[in-house]
Nanobody, 114 residues
Framework: QVQLVESGGGLVQPGGSLRLSCAAS????????MGWFRQAPGKQRDLIAI???????NYLDSVKGRFTISRDNAKKMLYLQMNSLKPEDTAVYYC????????WGQGTQVTVSS
């Protein structure tokens, strides 16, 4: 059974940083292109960062230069380092394959506010 568990969110002031983690189980993690998604209240869930495992990362323009995706295949972990956070980054953050193949986890709430 595939399970994706996100953690690391919280309340942070504008300009601050957070590091999100995603623990995957039940999959051959290294076989997949993984991604981070976010969903703000009343909006659709957007793919914001992809780690292709072979071709390097890709980012949504709005987070490029501020967010860094990384992975540890041995530990089946996906990470998102978020710097220079802005109020518009406030959302619930999720991990999944870049196509959203698996059941979504509960996500982790990130709130950027002074």
């Amino acid at each position: 059974q595939v399970q994706l568990v996100e953690s690391g969110g919280g309340l942070v002031q504008p300009g601050g940083s957070l590091r999100l983690s995603c623990a995957a189980s039940g999959i051959d993690f290294s076989d997949y292109t993984m991604g981070w998604f976010r969903q703000a209240p009343g909006k659709q869930r957007d793919l914001i960062a992809i780690d292709t495992n072979y071709g390097g990362p890709n980012y949504l323009d709005s987070v490029k230069g501020r967010f860094t995706i990384s992975r540890d295949n041995a530990k089946k972990m996906l990470y998102l380092q978020m710097n220079s956070l802005k109020p518009e980054d406030t959302a619930v953050y999720y991990c999944n394959t870049h196509r959203g193949d698996f059941t979504w986890g509960q996500g982790t709430q990130v709130t950027v506010s002074s």
